[in-house]
């Protein structure tokens, strides 16, 4: 029964790593077919190029499906169906940089050097929701309070792994590690994302000459949805996060809160499904901005193609040293990503790796 | 609010970003108190570097024209800039119209142009008030 679970999410997981990857062509060629090139022979290798992607995607994805199923019903091995799962997605990327090199040369790119910007100033304030992150603050800092006052009173085995209904399967020794872990992980990452956030609002955004008001309004939309969806992400985060760091104490709670949270922990699953819910409807909305402004300005919705000779691994990967932007609209796919040569990613790196490596370390000492 | 800039114009960028925003604010698009992007957020979305703007900002700081906040972007504080003479001004209407007749316009058509925008500018500065 539970390796049959595991079988299931790993197949969820495929699945939908197999779904964006066969659906990055439809966006890259796009791309290059607005950039300049609509000859018959670009069409033609085009075509022929995606669908030999297409073939070898799905003939990884059935291979790598069969894999994961013997490996963990057959042999029962977790750790083997992971590693097949992550191979089957770095071969799915180099299958995609493969085909991009293939179709990248018949793109032309059209170097534009007149273009708009506009001077409204994008503060991270204007895309914030006071009640949001007054929920999200109470759903990170709440359970670290409760726990450090709860943890005198905890028994020497502590719960530190549980099932779907919220039963504990997993135990570890009492300790400040195995306690505070959840909670510690929630303050992180809401401080990681945060970052990111602000990054996105602060990402470049570049008119065409041509309609730029429309465009604009477009663009702002597209940076507006982009923050929900995000904002969906962070308190589906912190709620997870919450009830993991919570569970292991509900015993010592006493009988309201132990009982409110029996009550939070069979309701668990409304949790991923009003995400999954709220991510369809985001992407939906994105992908539609996206369309309207394509037939708006046909090729302005690449971010800037002054910047093409930038974009690597199939338009993936943005590299430009010269450009002062931190984040940047994708060229393939929806929302930001960050340009990999800025300094300001040098020093969000270290702080992403640093701060967990000092945290372990000065924890080291506690013990 | 927006700006225009040509990056292959032989004309500086930070040249292009003065003017436009000077533009901006005779045309009643920015008026005292309006907030401009910080350096970075401009230099950003133009995808230049953060010296080109700050000296489009200085210049127009030195002009009276807006105010610069440390961290957070300028304040358009006057709509009249005070550090040109008539001297100065007369000299760049001067290079203009030279500019003009070296093109090897007519008289008439100069006047023509200079009519024509006079009346442009003008006119917006009219219509925002």
């Excluded at chain 1, 603050?137 to 779907?164: E, R």
Aim: aromatic content about 10%; glycine content about 6%; overall charge positive.
């Amino acid at each position: 029964m539970k390796t049959e679970m595991v079988f299931l999410q790993v197949l969820l997981g495929e699945l939908i790593s197999f779904a964006i990857f066969m659906s990055l062509p439809l966006m890259h060629t796009q791309r290059t077919a607005s950039g300049g090139s609509e000859g018959k022979d670009f069409q033609e290798t085009t075509r022929r190029a995606a669908n030999g992607y297409r073939l070898i995607l799905t003939g990884l994805f059935i291979a790598s499906t069969a894999a994961i199923y013997l490996v963990l019903i057959r042999w029962q091995t977790q750790a083997g169906a992971a590693l097949i799962s992550i191979g089957f997605n770095v071969a799915a990327l180099f299958c995609y940089i493969n085909y991009a090199r293939q179709v990248g040369p018949f793109a032309v790119p059209s170097p534009i050097t007149r273009y708009a910007v506009s001077l409204r100033v994008r503060r991270l304030v204007d895309y914030t929701h006071t009640w949001l992150e007054a929920l999200i603050l109470i759903l990170t800092i709440g359970p670290l309070v409760l726990l450090m006052s709860a943890y005198p009173g905890m028994p020497d085995q502590i719960p530190v792994h549980f099932n779907i209904t919220g039963e504990p399967d997993g135990w570890a020794r009492k300790s400040l590690g195995s306690a505070f872990f959840a909670p510690a992980l929630s303050v992180y990452l809401q401080a990681v994302f945060l970052l990111i956030k602000y990054d996105m609002v602060h990402a470049k955004m570049i008119l065409p000459e041509e309609s730029t008001e429309e465009v604009l309004r477009y663009k702002e939309q597209f940076l507006k949805t982009n923050a929900q969806l995000f904002d969906l992400v962070r308190v589906s985060c912190a709620l997870l996060l919450a009830m993991t760091a919570l569970l292991p104490v509900n015993k010592s709670l006493g009988e309201v809160a132990s009982n409110m949270l029996a009550l939070a922990s069979t309701l668990i699953w409304i949790g991923p499904a009003l995400l999954v819910g709220g991510l369809s409807y985001f992407i939906w909305r994105l992908l539609r901005i996206k369309r309207d402004l394509e037939v708006l300005s046909p090729g302005s919705n690449a971010p800037c193609s002054v910047d093409d000779q930038y974009w690597r691994q199939g338009g993936l990967v943005y590299k430009n040293p010269e450009d002062p932007a931190v984040m940047i609209e994708k060229l393939v796919g929806l929302g930001y990503t960050y340009n990999m040569a800025s300094r300001g990613v040098y020093w969000r790196l270290a702080i992403l790796v640093g701060v967990p490596l000092f945290v372990v370390w000065a924890f080291s000492f506690l013990r | 609010v927006i700006i225009r800039i040509d990056t292959s114009h032989k004309l500086p960028i930070y040249r292009q970003i003065a003017d436009e925003i000077k533009m901006l604010i005779v045309k009643g698009d920015l008026v005292p108190g309006a907030t401009l992007p910080s350096v970075r957020q401009l230099a950003t979305d133009i995808g230049v570097n953060l010296n080109t703007v700050a000296i489009a900002y200085r210049e127009l700081q030195e002009e009276g024209l807006i105010t610069i906040r440390h961290g957070s972007g300028a304040v358009v504080t006057s709509c009249t800039s005070q550090s040109q003479s008539i001297q100065d001004l007369r000299r760049s209407l001067r290079v203009a119209l030279t500019e003009l007749v070296l093109a090897g316009l007519s008289l008439k058509e100069i006047k023509k142009i200079f009519d024509d925008e006079l009346q442009h500018t003008i006119q917006s500065k009219e219509g925002s008030r």
